[in-house]
């Protein structure tokens, strides 16, 4: 088996003007693959989901290597929204219908130890990366009300889980300061934090565990040669017992058909200059993270010097915007009006991939010598890091967790390679008229 990537779909760095760029002490420069040589575990992939497997197979006597086609925290880990939650990115009704109770509840608890995983990661290795407590959901519609209380009842009720606090039509506004929300939840066991600042720190400790990092080491070929596996990178080839694929929305074709499986797609975040504590809390009162009802959502939280970071809108063409902030911008200015005298210092983008029932893909391949993971589907800051965790049991041999996710039937994005970005820019389009609907 032959894997070699011809870069279909080439990525456009957006992320000079980024605020986690300019807040983060920026981490020593990686050497780029100079020679062939062998390792044990090769790792494709420098983001949180290549980090972590490196982290949690640490310690087992194994040589490490990751490979990095441009910097560490280039692709998602390190632009994303921030947004560390719990459970998956479908809620548990969505679960129980499609795998029933008892692995719905599997996939519950999973979410759950994701986001205890990264706090402890955290708290371990003394990473400052503004970690801060709480996530609310917010009601765009008087109807989500009722969703929000059926599934409070619902956790209490079959999964006796209690942390959660709600907020109806009269007390929303206290917690966030728009006229666009009917009610919330607040998630008390989430979290947000400077996901830049969380791939350094977590870098940093692989290298003080002599895990190798190369930067500027893109990936042309894979080669399954029997007991182990062939990287072809910089016109060297690294030799692997097992390898390990966490690319997310970067990994194009490099794994072949399984690219049929996921859609990547850009997204883009802005931040304002720094608004100060008081007006923050009068915004945002307990300084949570925020992410609305619809279905093509905004989310929003403070960063540690209280500037407002606010993204949501996406694109699926291989280009980013040219105007990220005004993009952007117009989204921000309908929730919070009165902040458009603010100046908007930082705009950037980024690429992550969905798949179609919007759960994540783990599987392997080459007689399980390869082991990917990858279409976090927006809900990856905790689960990538949780994926490294569960692809380390895997190759220790220490649980059947990794399988429980690898036997999730996932369909392909229908249209094969010509068609699938138009049909999923018509679903798009279908579901923004559905969000403009809902608030008639």
Known sequence: MIFTKKRTYKQHDNEKDSFYKFSAKKLPDQSKITESFSTDICIIGAGLTGISSALHLSNNGLKITILEANKVGAGASGRNGG???????????????????????????????????????????????????????????????????????????????????????????????????????????????????LTYGLAEVCLENNIKIFENSPVDKIIDKHSEVHIHTNNHIIKSKKIIVACNGYLDDLLGSTRNFFMPINNYIIATEPLGETLAKKLIKRNCGVIDSRFMIDYYRFSEDYRLLFGGPETITSKFVKDAKNFVAKRMYKVFPEIKKYKIEFSWGGTLAISVNRLPILGYLMNQKLIYSHAYSGHGLAMSVMAGKLISEKILDKSNRFDMFNQIKHLKIPGGNILRRPIYSSAIIFYRAIDFLNKL
């Open 83 to 197: 947004q560390l939650g719990i459970g998956m990115r479908k809620d548990q009704f969505f679960l129980e219908k499609k795998f029933g109770f008892e692995r719905a509840k599997f996939f519950w608890n999973i979410g759950l130890e994701a986001v205890q995983t990264v706090t402890n990661l955290i708290k371990k290795h003394e990473i400052d990366c503004a970690l801060t407590q709480g996530i609310m959901h917010v009601g765009n519609t008087k109807k989500d009300y009722k969703y929000f209380v059926e599934e409070m009842n619902h956790m209490e009720k079959k999964y006796d889980y209690t942390n959660y606090e709600y907020f109806n039509s009269k007390n929303i506004k206290d917690e966030v300061a728009s006229d666009r929300y009917h009610s919330g939840i607040l998630s008390k066991d989430s979290y947000h934090l400077n996901p830049l600042k």
